[in-house]
């Protein structure tokens, strides 16, 4: 009798076979609907398949580091798609090996500050407390100097080059993320399912990065995602200033530098390397958009 | 006599706050014995949840204190037992089912995954295949077919929810288990089916329970024993015949009753307990009650009442000596 009316029970609840999907597959079929964030997407990954296949499409000893006096700053032609700078060297060339620099650079930062500023944002907020205080008061320090200018300091105190533009990109982007990262924890670890998973006899760490992190990582995504956009901007205007990338290597920023004294007559020079950034910027904010709308299982429908 | 699970002994429990200092549980006094089924009954802010938790010993950090008082679960003393020792225990010996089942499954984790988790901290032994078996025989178990381990919770509706959540505490096996109202935000139809479940699968584990609730038509139907509480004390203890046929009761008791519609009687209101609960910051001296009783003497307003008992039946009260 037990045993049926348990039987009975589950029938009653049987009530439809509901169709099976990853969760992938769902996310995926939720960003598809999305026709922006679509477009941020298809750009990215043109962006990222030609930064790959950089090697295959231009020669980047003889296109874009070697001067060639005789064909300086020719508009762009058949030999030349975006023509050739003060130095004789192609733009097309420079432009996909930039989108390299570009591309590498913002992402090492990002994952970085990101997986520093997760764990010092997670800790903060479920711990709260002295913890708490002593976290964010060393945080907030690191957010009372603007974020450029924090930037500059560490390079210039440091000197140029790619690592130590990373280690300035990551440590201005740090307090960012772990003020997020506990605003959103502080958010959910009051709810219910934090305390039923204490009450299964979770462990902390645990809890913090299975029932905690998923739950606040809209946000965290959708931030991330805008600040790769912001540190592109921001490595090309270091570079603009000279402190970024240095001079042979082709970089965005550096480009749109040495293209300026040329504006007048030769408005391609800036053009073309400022248009790459508005590209990558805006696929990236699109991009970000788009994944928040699609990674928040509660707007599932 | 079977033996028994837990035994708690003269426990306090208050909450301590800048303001003001709350006296939650005041002497509390309970146990219960394996495969038992106890009813713990009173208005809200008697103290109930509180008691559940300290058994969980999941207090508020910081703010709720075991003043006074042991804890004995299973051989092992609670009050003293470390954090570590704690995370073993939860979910493993003792597991507990809230209030809401809305809220208390993670919407980012499919409801097996969820049900896993317990299995995975507790039963180490477990390979990958052995707890995906048991957790699809766990969820034919509730009554929820197996293939639907794989969605998510809100795909589910409230009654469901609380059978996963029910499935998530009993995974384990565990010897006793904390109800905390389980039923109160499910709608009637639903909580009939709720309970019959429960019922059924504590007595095939052999559980014992602590069913948490306001509602009497509850505990006639599924308890063994019930203890009323009020302010902090357990005021009235029995079997559900003392509780619901006996002559003998607590005028608090008596009130709860009368509270209650009664089909068989013909009465043109019905007799709800005036007054409200004393401020648990401020109770009253000697009995908790009698600034709502109706027999109040004058040794109530004085002496803390002392327990009579009568067989299973235990009363707190000046009345009956």
Redesign the interface.
Known sequence: MTDNTVLNNSKAVRKSKVKKRSQLKSIWFRYKKNKLAMLGLVLLIILTLVSICAPLLANYNEDAIRQDMKNRLQFPNKDHIFGTDQYGRDLFARIIFGARVSLSISLITIAVSLSIGIIIGSVAGFYGGKIDDVLMRIMDVFLAIPQMLMAISIVAALGPGTGNLIAAMSISNVPRFARIVRSSILTIKDQEFVEAAKACGTRDGRIIAKHIVPNAIGPIIVQATLNIAETIISISGLSFLGLGIKAPTPEWGSMLSEGKEQMRYYPYLVIIPGMAIVFAVMALNLMGDGLRDALDPRLKN | MADKLLEIKDLNVIYETDESTVYAVNGLNLSINEGETLGLVGETGAGKTTTALSI?K?LPE?IGLIKKGEIILDDINVTNATEHD???????TV??I?Q?PM???????TVGEQIA??LE??KKDMNKEQVQKRVEEIL??V???A??K???P??FSGG?KQ?V?IA?ALACEPKLLLADEPTTALDVTIQA?VL??MK?LK??LNTAMLLITHDLGVVAETCDRVAIMYAGEIIELGTVEDIFNGNKHHPYTDGLFGSLPDLTKKTRRLSPIEGLMPDPTDLPSGCPFHTRCNKCMDICKTEKPKITVDNSHMIKCHLFK
Do not use: A, C, W
């Not at chain 2, 704690?86 to 493993?92: E, S």
């Not at chain 2, 809220?103 to 984790?109: D, K």
């Open positions: 969980m999941l910081k704690m995370r073993l225990l939860r979910g493993d597991s507990m809230f809401d809220t208390s499954l993670n919407p980012t984790l988790e317990v901290l507790h034919e178990l009554g929820l077919p293939e639907r794989s969605e998510y809100h795909q469901m059978r959540v998530i089916q019959e479940m059924e007595d095939k």
